[in-house]
């Protein structure tokens, strides 16, 4: 996703400098041979499979310790680059708070910030699922994530309020931040995420018997995970002939899969982790996704799942279903198993009736909302509003 931006953006003329803290890391093809994007790379040493990150919650702590010390040495290196050639704009993609942005620049250039997450809506969930953390993992592990995202909680409040502009990937991330941060609403636009709809080919899709409910995402807090496996028990209790089918790995700090013991044998299985290029085929052989999520900025297997031509049932906290076409998408609130329950057998009988209509009507939904093409362009259109006056043609980004 990250590559799609940055490339797209490129394409529509914008002179980017991506700087990375890490020590560096193999770059696509396509975006290591673009004359308008430079990558510039930190000094962190930090890797896999070391004494420090052995363990996920190792990983996860000392992953970002490494991190923040290396994005401070970034300072100076991106100093050097404005004083060599002025930024327009400082565009930081994901993370709301970011130690190598220099002061200088924090004083003269206009800060945008595209957050995928925001830390205080991550641990609302934790301490609002910490019984159910704890059934899983340990109550130190619990408590020393809490205690982490406390302290990043306080960090994004006050960095956020440095930002010209916030990029809200849904509306409904849009008002968790204006709630949770203090952000004023006049200086955010609502973009979603891109996605490549090329990985995604157009095939004629028959309704499987039985039908395969697909579950992806991580087996993690806020997921919903403890209402998928009471939908799994629910679908069969109630006679629908469906299968769920759940893929994916739990995070560093949280791990959910524990709770993936109750699911029922007869219409359920966890299969464990795809790589990312098998996410298509998963799709192909799926006829209903199901996004059970409690908080969900956006939801990228949401846009994948309607680009392979895939119906969605998805809680309201699911950003990627806004503006969505209702007969390819079913809302249910979150938690209500039940409705979750209801809207997939929806789903399911609409497939029956008319196959062909549903895929067709999906990807032209996924198109519609988020071609690569198309945000890029929503993008640059806010960068250059944003800079307007300040400097000719497409902003130099840092």
Known sequence: MASDLLLGLAELGHRIDCFFPSAGHPIPAELDAHENLTFIWGTSPWKWNKWYSRTRVGAFATG????????????EVITTHHQREPYDLVYQFSSIESPAM???????????IHPETHIAGELRWLIAERRLSRRCQPAYVVGMVAAIMVVRTLVQRLAIRRAALLICISSVFRDHLIHDYGFPLAKTVVVPNPVRLSRFPEATRELREPPTVLVLGRISVRKGVEDVVAVAHALLEQGVD???????NPSLWSD?????????????EYAGHVPAEEIPVELARSD???????YEPFGLTVGEALAAGVPVVATSEVGAIEGVDRSVVVEVRPGDVQSMVAAIVTLLDRARARPAGVADTARAEAARLFATERVCEQISEELERLVSGAAPGSPRLG
């Open 102 to 112: 220099p002061a200088g620049l924090r004083r003269t250039v206009p800060l945008v």
């Open 256 to 268: 959910y899969t524990k709770l993936l013991d109750d699911l029922p044998a007869a219409n359920a």
């Open 242 to 248: 469906a299968r769920i089918r759940i893929l994916g």
């Open 64 to 75: 970002l310790y490494a991190r923040g010390r290396a994005s401070l040495r970034l300072r």
């Open 288 to 294: 209903v996704l199901l996004q059970a999520s409690k």
